[in-house]
C-alpha cells in the first residue's frame, strides 16, 4: 500500500468519523447536556484515554523538545479547541446539517489563507471558487430572511468562526506534522484543551456540572465523542495530511458533509430543503473547482 493512497484511506475514514460529531453533539444537548459539560467532559476523556494509551503503549508519545510546546499550545487551544468550541456552541442555535454546511467553508479558507502567506498569485479558478463558496454560503443560510438580533444568527457567525478556527488547524498542522508524530500532536492538543477547560470551569465553580455530575448516559455519548468522533477521525486527519498535505486532505475531506446530511436526517429528523442542498451543492462544487488538479492520478 503506498503512503498516497494511505493518506487517502485516513482522510476518507476520517471524513466518515467527523460526521458524527454533530449528530452526537445534538444528541448530547437533547439529554440535558449544556456546550461546557460537552466540551469538557468529551476532552477530558479524550486527554485520558490518550494518556493512558501512551503509558501503557507508546512511551515516546510523550516525547517533544520544549521549543515545540508553544506550537502545541497555540494548536490545542486556537486550532482543536476553537473549532469544537465555536461549532459546539452555533449547534445550540442552527441545525446539524447547516452547521456542517457552514464548518465547509474551510477549504476555501485553507486556499486562499495559503496562499496570503505564500504570497502567491490568486487565479482565476479560485476566484470562482470563492464566489461558490459566499453563494453556497447565501444560500443555505438563507440570510436574507436572519434578523441580526435572532438566534439563528448567532449560530450562523458561530459556524463561520468554527471554520476560521479548523483552517488554523489544518494549516498549521501540516507545519507541526513536519517533525511530530501525529499522536504525539493529538496527544498534547487533546491534553492542553483539557487542562484549560478544567481550569475556567473550576475558577467558575462549574468543574462539578461537566464531568463529576454527568450520568451514564451522557457519559456514554461523550465516550463515543472522545473516541470516535475526536481522538480516531482527528488522528486519521493528521496521519492523511503528513502523506498528502493539507490541500488534498480538505478535498477528500468533503465527504463529510453528505454524510452529515444523511445522518441528520436519519437520527435527528432534519430535513434539508432546496436552498440548503443547493448551498451544499455549491460549496462542494467550490472546493472541487478550487482543486480540481489535485484529483488527477499523476498528482
Excluded at 446539524?96 to 504570497?119: C, D, E, S, W
Excluded at 499522536?183 to 477547560?197: D, P
Aim: hydrophobic share 60%; charged share 10%.
Amino acid at each position: 500500500m503506498s503512503a498516497r493512497f494511505r493518506g487517502y484511506l485516513a482522510v476518507l475514514l476520517s471524513a466518515g468519523l467527523f460526521a458524527l460529531v454533530a449528530i452526537l453533539t445534538k444528541f448530547a444537548y437533547r439529554l440535558g447536556m449544556t456546550a461546557g459539560q460537552i466540551l469538557t467532559t468529551q476532552t477530558t476523556l479524550s486527554a485520558f484515554i490518550l494518556l493512558l494509551y501512551a503509558l501503557v503503549f507508546k512511551h515516546d508519545m510523550v516525547r517533544i523538545k520544549l521549543s515545540q510546546a508553544p506550537k502545541l499550545l497555540a494548536q490545542g487551544l486556537i486550532g482543536s479547541l476553537g473549532t469544537s468550541f465555536l461549532f459546539t456552541y452555533a449547534l445550540l442555535y442552527i441545525p446539524a446539517n447547516l452547521g456542517a454546511v457552514l464548518l465547509f467553508t474551510y477549504p476555501v479558507l485553507v486556499t486562499f489563507v495559503a496562499y496570503i502567506f505564500l504570497r502567491a498569485k490568486v487565479r482565476g479558478v479560485e476566484v470562482v471558487a470563492l464566489i461558490f463558496a459566499v453563494g453556497g454560503t447565501v444560500l443555505s443560510t438563507q440570510i436574507w430572511q436572519v434578523s441580526l438580533a435572532t438566534v439563528q444568527f448567532r449560530g450562523i457567525i458561530l459556524g463561520l468562526a468554527a471554520a476560521v478556527c479548523y483552517t488554523f488547524f489544518i494549516l498549521y498542522g501540516e507545519r507541526l506534522l513536519d517533525n511530530l508524530n501525529p499522536l504525539t500532536t493529538l496527544l498534547y492538543v487533546q491534553v492542553f484543551s483539557s487542562i484549560f477547560l478544567l481550569s475556567y470551569r473550576l475558577q467558575n465553580s462549574e468543574a462539578g456540572s461537566a464531568l463529576f455530575a454527568a450520568n451514564w448516559a451522557q457519559l456514554l455519548v461523550c465516550f463515543v465523542m472522545a473516541t470516535f468522533a475526536s481522538i480516531l477521525p482527528l488522528w486519521l486527519l493528521l496521519v492523511g495530511i503528513k502523506y498528502i498535505g493539507a490541500t488534498k486532505a480538505s478535498i477528500i475531506g468533503t465527504l463529510e458533509l453528505p454524510l452529515t446530511f444523511v445522518l441528520a436526517f436519519i437520527f435527528l429528523h432534519e430535513k434539508f430543503g432546496l436552498w440548503q442542498t443547493a448551498g451544499a451543492v455549491l460549496i462542494t462544487l467550490s472546493i472541487l473547482v478550487l482543486r480540481a488538479r489535485d484529483l488527477h492520478p499523476g498528482t
